[in-house]
């Protein structure tokens, strides 16, 4: 699942202070070792939480374990949504995987945990962010993980930078930019 939203990290130039996050986390493809490599770079921390994988619960970690600097770009992947096509048995494992942490996975409390991110994360002037399955709904209505966050940026000062979204795959995401 999920899109390829966070490539847009690559295009932006980053200053020092600055720092790439990602909440949630792919082992050996994906998201994790490109925003990894992006960071390296750049010459630039890359600071990742997922709860599943490395046992952070990323608003936690942003609320009190933050090691320092102003996020320039975020890749918001955590706390999966549960999408109505998935394979069953695949949605009964995601289920069961957030269980084992007194976590109970569904779409309000995933929409409520990136909204929650979006306003603990200690944003650069010139930040942009990946809501990973996230797409506009229709009449300024936007879906999935950013359902609640995208909403709450745009009336605080941000603007949609790009959107994407392929339902047939579950691939869809919404970059947005902090305007100054």
């Not at 909204?115 to 229709?138: E, K, S």
């Amino acid at each position: 699942m999920g899109g390829v939203g966070y490539k847009l990290a690559m295009e932006l130039a980053y200053q020092p202070g600055q720092v790439i996050f990602e909440a949630g986390s792919s082992v050996t493809v994906g998201s994790t070792p490109y925003l990894r490599e992006v960071a390296a770079l750049h010459g630039v921390p890359f600071i990742n939480a997922d709860i599943v994988l490395t046992g952070d619960d990323a608003v936690e970690f942003v609320s009190s374990r933050w090691p320092g600097g102003s996020v320039r770009f975020a890749y918001l992947d955590s706390f999966d949504w549960p999408y109505e096509n998935m394979n069953p048995g695949e949605l009964q494992r995601c289920i069961a995987k957030y269980a084992e942490r007194g976590v109970e996975l569904t779409k309000d409390a995933s929409a409520a945990h990136h909204a929650d991110l979006a306003r603990v994360i200690p944003w650069a002037d010139d930040a942009v962010v990946v809501f990973d399955d996230t797409w506009p709904a229709g009449d300024g209505v936007y879906d999935g993980k950013g359902r609640d966050a995208v909403p709450w940026l745009l009336s605080h000062g941000w603007e949609v930078l790009t959107a994407y979204a392929e339902h047939v795959d579950n691939t869809s995401y919404v970059a947005l930019r902090r305007v100054a």
